[in-house]
């Protein structure tokens, strides 16, 4: 039966009693309104130890002043009875003045993969992410952490910060999982309307054409530039980037460098009625 | 005998070790140049721990081009043979590249008590100092650190992001040792000459009358102006701040705040020749 704790107190009795037996921890940080995609990382995360904690944390601070923290949507009963089901053994729910207390005054900040993409449009973002997600790590201090693909410069970021401030965790990402249209599983699909719905996959479907193109010799970012104008022509109301940039570091690409055969990425965001959808894929494998 | 090591997974063998015979670990971080201070410091840790471990690197992100990185003392060989007479375990001595890898781009910064005082004078300093230490602190995960109160913003703004980032570590401060003439111990003071050394006692006398004076009535911004001239007609050559602030979160202090009993501490740093010197006391004890 899954416990739910909302104290580091008692998460770290927790964490000391699987120690005492010897068991490894796996930590799945989530922001709750679990879907099929956040049960498959619960899945990869019981393969590489004895017990999985999931946090469940809607963590203000990565969301700007007129994002969509207050509608973000929050079911964690329901979340608690799909984590239960699949053999999770901790659900940690701090409250927000748990993890923030009055004074509290530190940042983890990133440049490097954190540097572009997300940032240029979500400027608090990774500065909120990091700080969440070294507090949680150092909070279970687990011997691995799972995160989604689907957030791949998240992914990036973490592993780089993780290294960086000698965290002992090994972070491990999960694919992304899709609907049978190719849309990336997202709690923020719930927002899309019938209409919006149908248009959504187009934008996996235009990552994978411009991939496929930058990988048989055209430019990277004419490749760019024209999966824009195809995505804005099916019904994006904005497009923040289409970038094909190497798969670690996510510095752009030339095409000399996808000959070569450097690690590649192609990366995606845009806003579709009123929801902001992000996908990303690796053109070699997709 | 002490060992010494280089590089983090030699260090996590010998933590690992320790943590299988159930031993507590304290870590002692410096940056070399042992002296008595230190080496108090060290003893304050053996009576927390089982094992200690001092940690010994010159970071070069806290100090500013221009400031003393180059010419900072250094005798690995003496302060080792300090150490292990003084029965410490470990000697972690990180190469700068083991530190801060190609690639490193992750930095810890805070507000709060990192506000003012120092970092007006050392911009950079605390950024370097949290992110270093944060390494330091994760890579041994000591059961305690211990930071000399000398440096006493340092550790408010090291207890600070302890708390704040879930950093399963008690910090302690030890109390700062003197001179018979009451001059901080400090590495920096071999950097004084013999008619600057006469003059150095003169930052603690004059930051201990100011205390008095704040606390027998007077205005604490007008005690702090005329410690400033006192100590520059001292032979000062410039007076950074000197400072009568809360003993937590260095906010300043009233009179009012002062007769109501608020934990208090008076901070100074200046420069003798070209020597940066600073101090600080807790009026009510000194």
Not at 5 to 33: D, E, H, N, Y
Not at 106 to 133: I, N
Not at 246 to 261: F, M, N, R, V, Y
Request: glycine letters at 8%.
């Amino acid at each position: 039966m899954i416990e739910t704790t909302r104290t580091v107190s008692t998460l770290r009795s927790w964490v000391k009693t699987c120690r005492q037996s010897g068991k490894r921890i796996a930590l799945v940080p989530t922001m709750g309104a679990l879907h099929e995609g956040h049960l498959t990382l619960v899945d990869l995360a019981r393969r590489h130890a004895d017990e999985v904690a999931v946090s469940l944390f809607v963590n203000p601070t990565q969301f700007a002043p007129g994002e969509d923290l207050d509608r973000y949507p929050r079911d964690e009963q329901g979340d608690r009875a799909k984590l239960d089901a699949r053999g999770v053994s901790m659900l940690w729910a701090p409250t927000p003045d748990e993890m923030y207390p009055d004074g509290f005054s530190t940042t983890v900040s990133l440049d490097g993969p954190a540097l572009g993409l997300e940032t240029d449009h979500r400027p608090h973002f990774f500065g909120g992410v990091a700080t969440v997600v070294t507090k949680l790590l150092l909070q279970v201090l687990p011997d691995v952490a799972v995160f989604g693909e689907k957030d791949y410069q998240q992914l990036q970021v973490i592993s780089r910060l993780t290294r960086d401030l000698d965290i002992p965790t090994q972070i491990i990402g999960g694919s992304t999982i899709r609907e049978p249209d190719g849309l990336a599983m997202s709690s923020r699909n719930a927002y899309l309307s019938k209409e919006e719905r149908q248009v959504a996959p187009v934008l996996n479907i235009t990552l994978k054409a411009a991939g496929r193109a930058a990988l048989a010799g055209d430019d990277p970012r004419t490749t760019e530039t024209k999966a824009i104008s195809q995505l804005l022509a099916a019904g994006f109301a904005r497009i923040d980037y289409v970038a094909i940039r190497h798969a670690e570091s996510l510095a752009p690409l030339t095409s000399a460098d996808i000959k070569a055969g450097q690690p590649m990425r192609v990366l995606g965001a845009g806003v579709l009625g009123k929801t902001r959808l992000i996908d990303n894929l690796d053109p070699r494998s997709a």
